[in-house]
């Protein structure tokens, strides 16, 4: 579904990305994590070209979107819904016109029917009650599923999901990834999760990767990636104090 072939990308002659490698699979919740500053979401804008690689190449679908022209990359960015990691809801706009946003932008869809389908996206975030308070009026985790909202209103094959949980309260959290599984069995999307929460990762994740010099040091299912031998990720599951003896045990009930 999205590769990335050898990607290198730097800023400022400061490398990010150094020959980043991997293959995210249809229907799969595939986590990027990693500490701050090691390019999590770098990697995630490459797949939507809001970055270009200096060096290599990322494929949608088995197409370049490096090599894209304009009108191929609005094409290949249909697949694509985007959950940036404020909401970015617009605070002039209600919750439901911020949804409706897309439809609206992208599409010559009749405005009942956009007022159907907005209450229909909002009531699978939960939300269905709160269409018509301003961003001002509502929680963090609110705002987090409303963005939400209005980033499946198209029904995309792929969500990326830019630090999902961040700021939010643990109970928020665990909402916000309870919706990321309730889209991905409902909806069969495809889901790229950046975070650096670990027990999100960990409950939500299909396979999870460890970003550490611009390269994946670690692809693992999540019962195995806390078996890592790998020292970055042992590191990395002490500080949010997860161990190999029981600490975390995966939920599906």
Known sequence: MIEFDNVCKGFGGTPVLNGLNVTIDKGETFIVCGPSGVGKSVTLKHMVRLLTPDSGDVRVAGESIVDAGIKDLERIREHFGYLFQGGALLAWMSVADNVALPLIEKTNTPPDEIADRVYETLKLVDLEDHGDKMPSQISGGMKKRAGLARAIIRQPEIVLYDEPTSGLDPVSSRSIDNLIERLREELSVTAVVVTHDLHSALGIGTRIGMLTG???VEISSPEAFIQSENESVKEFLASQYI??????????S
Not at 243 to 252: D, K, M, Q, V
């Open 214 to 216: 611009g390269a994946f």
């Open 243 to 252: 161990t190999t003896r029981g600490a975390w045990e995966r939920n599906h």
